[in-house]
């Protein structure tokens, strides 16, 4: 998932205010039981937020506050949300967990995590080693604001009003980016500083966001053509302001903060790419572990769990390479997978259309395992050209609750020659059925769940699923062909790399070139493919781990529930309750799966 759905998903603690201030007189004399109790807190935390960060709104589809970025990266937003973690943790507190029915404890301890975890990542050393580096090529704010004003993204464009919330949010944005100048300057003092492969990777970013001028830019797509119910007058004017906003300030801050960074911080930015490096890495890297993976993992301990699954997976490949009759060594089977024209697309079209094939597939057969199939509409996309470089093979962004919005499954069609047809299957149960697009949906459409189930998450839970779904294509009809089977096996084995390579990289002095060597020599992956991995790794510490752990963690839990329940298992039922009460830690799905299968009799 990208940062567009990533960014909503960090810190949302919600339910709808009205839960809260519109209860019947018969209601408030219950006010003081736990259940209305955690109900008042998660309404009050979700109104709470939503004042200090409307974007969340936005991409809810609430547009009330939709002329606001919110206070971003500033000192008073950083005490803003410490105090709002240490409020709502003592009011948390004095609710009696016992006495809340079993869904109301998987909300207490799941806030709970959420806001310690939130907590933990506000105090001084992590905010020191965290705050002067606002900006990355991966989750950099400079494109996700780009985007969101692009009309593409989850900002509509469909009346007078969304275009004048919109003005002011670029007024907004280049006083951001000039901000982050102030940040990466603090950063330059105590030596906390991005590598130098990360800002030469945002300094492409800008380049391509400003490159052609105002009227190339992506920000003025949406007076390109308008609503017809505006009017031609205002479409006159809105084109005449954008125009001038646009080219006189946003487009000059994108060049200031890139001329900034090519003349002044680039000379001074570390050439080690790791964490360990910098002042303060090594802690703020364990947190990020802990945070991405939800459990209490170290990172040597993920390091050698990674090893161990890239050798189980070779096993499969080397089966694999048996079946198809290739006679050649490992090596060879790699290269012959990364060369062979067959296994390449012969357009970007094509490559969607064989996405768009696969999802007609999977479409008739998903009843089979799942029983809440979501009502948000799916549609498959490239990515947008100005981020294909930098960006990953495949990702996807939710859409809103009322399915005005659609979920959107992108595929990248950059370096096409890079690109392998054999993994197709694969990708598309990850980024779209029964993958991101089943987690997030299913979970936004419950309007039972408090608002930070649905609508909040972590990593672990979110990509665990991913990786989940992929595993689910033999049950679905999928990897008959040997080669999409391959495809399943580098996704996985994708997964297991990085578990070995992140902790490489930032907790063992792992250099760029190392960890693009180990990935081109376990797995057929293109050299433009492990590039983009390692800088994405190097660019977000600890977030890749998230997949392969999460995955096991699911995997692990099914198979529990199998061999406690035999013939009384029922695999739709798993999913379901895996999937409807949205992004769980792993400690408190596990402790809810369990609860399952002792209520449907197991041993």
Known sequence: MRVSALLVAVSLFAVSPALAQNRVPAAMAAAESPSVRLAAL??????????????YGLFRGDTSRADQ???????????????AAENELKALAAIDRAALTPDEQVSYDTFKWQRETDLAGLQPALLAATVPRP???????????????????????????????????????ALLLDLSILRFRQGMKTGVVQPKLVVNNIIDQLNNLTTG???????????????????????????????????????????????FLKTEYLPVARDAPGLGAMPGGPDLYRYLVASSTTTSLTPDEIHNIGLSEVARILKGMDEV??????????????????????????????????????????????????????????????????REKTDAAGSYQGGTPDGKRPGIFYYNAYDLPSRSNYGVETLYLHEAVPGHHFQVSLAQENEKLPAFQRFGGNTAFAEGWGLYAESLGP???????????????EDEMLRAL????????????????????????????????????VERYIAIPSQALAYKIGQLTISRLRAKAQAALGSKFDIKGFHRQVLMTGALPMAVLEAKIDRWIAQQGGR
């Open 321 to 386: 390479k048996a079946r198809v009759g290739f006679t050649g060594d490992r090596a060879a089977f790699f290269t012959h997978l990364r060369t062979d024209p067959r296994f390449k697309f012969a357009s970007a079209q094509a490559m969607g259309d064989a996405f768009r094939a696969v999802g007609k597939r999977t479409d008739l057969v998903v009843g089979n395992l799942f029983d809440t199939i979501p009502k948000s509409p799916l549609e498959i996309k490239p990515v947008p050209a100005h």
């Open 69 to 83: 970025l919110g206070e971003l990266i500033t000192d008073a937003a950083y005490a803003a949300e410490k105090r």
């Open 213 to 259: 001028g105002t009227d190339a830019s992506i920000m003025m797509k949406p007076v390109q053509t308008f609503p017809n119910d505006i009017n031609a007058a205002d479409q006159v004017r809105l084109k005449a302001a954008y125009a001038k906003m646009v080219g006189e300030r946003v487009n000059p801050a994108l060049i200031r903060l890139r001329d």
């Open 135 to 173: 900006i990355d090529h991966f989750f950099g704010f400079h494109n996700f604001l780009a985007e969101l004003q692009s009309g593409e993204s989850a900002a509509p464009f469909k009346t007078l009003k969304d275009y004048e919330d919109a003005l002011k949010r670029h007024d907004q944005f």
């Open 475 to 489: 049950e679905l009809g999928m990897f008959k062909d040997p080669y999409q089977l391959q495809g399943r096996y």
């Open 42 to 55: 998660f309404a009050q935390s979700d109104a709470d937020n939503l004042k200090r960060n409307p974007l």
């Open 498 to 533: 990085r578990l070995v390579v992140d902790t490489g990289i930032h907790s063992k002095g792992w250099g760029r070139d190392q960890s693009i060597d180990y990935m081109l020599a376990n797995s057929s992956m293109s050299r433009t493919d492990a590039i983009a991995e």
